[in-house]
């Protein structure tokens, strides 16, 4: 589900109050359980949680980011708002301070995301979440100047991992893109997270493409 907000030629709002319209609105929003909801490009998306298999890849990612950070500054989260101007977004995983007190955004609803080194997006069946997590939250990271984007896609040739760097927040776009098949290890290149491998022990083996 998506609630849009559009600006008509003939409203006298600008965009900065439409966004804090629907930054009001999501902050309201009570959901079932079982469901989550996002402010991505300035629309409120409600999407479920992920299927048991999106659960098993999310679990095992962060289970060894766990062990890799050791008891460092920085940890692993699962399910935490990150907040951008007016934007709310959950990726599947994060890597951030350990210490996340002096980084909560001035409504105390997640973390802001200058805090957020590197996201995680697993991505789950269907041609709206694939398109959300491929082309729209690509967009919002680079944006907000995440340093890495890591897109774990069952989806895409056979299952491949792809790591995104160097954002450009003015374009929402990336500079550098490395892109890998299911069973070859990709290494975090920066950041707190810098020397993880995503492997196949994470992703699980390449899928039959359909």
């Known amino acids: 589900m998506t609630a849009l907000m559009h600006e008509s030629p003939e409203s006298a709002w600008s965009i900065s109050q439409l966004d804090e319209v629907v930054w009001e609105v999501w902050k309201a929003i009570e959901l079932p359980e079982g469901y989550r909801a996002e402010i991505i490009e300035g629309a409120i998306e409600v999407s479920p949680i992920g299927r048991l298999a999106h659960a098993r890849v999310v679990n095992r990612l962060r289970a060894a980011l766990l062990r890799f950070l050791g008891e460092g500054q920085y940890a692993s989260y699962q399910g935490m708002n990150v907040i951008h101007q007016r934007r709310g977004w959950i990726p599947d995983v994060i890597v951030a301070p350990e210490d996340l007190e002096s980084h909560a955004d001035e409504d105390g609803l997640g973390v802001d995301a200058a805090a957020a080194h590197v996201v995680f997006e697993v991505v789950s069946p269907g041609k709206r979440n694939q398109e ?36 450009r927040t003015e374009d929402a776009d990336w500079v550098g893109l490395h892109r890998v098949p299911y069973g070859t290890e990709v290494i975090i290149p920066e950041g707190p997270a810098k020397g993880f491998a995503i492997t196949e022990a994470i992703t699980g083996p390449a899928r039959a493409e359909k």
């Open 132 to 167: 959300r997590d491929r082309v729209r939250k690509l967009r919002e990271y680079a944006r907000a100047g995440i340093p890495v984007y890591v897109i774990i896609d069952d989806y895409h040739a056979g299952g491949t991992v792809t790591v995104l760097t160097e954002p």
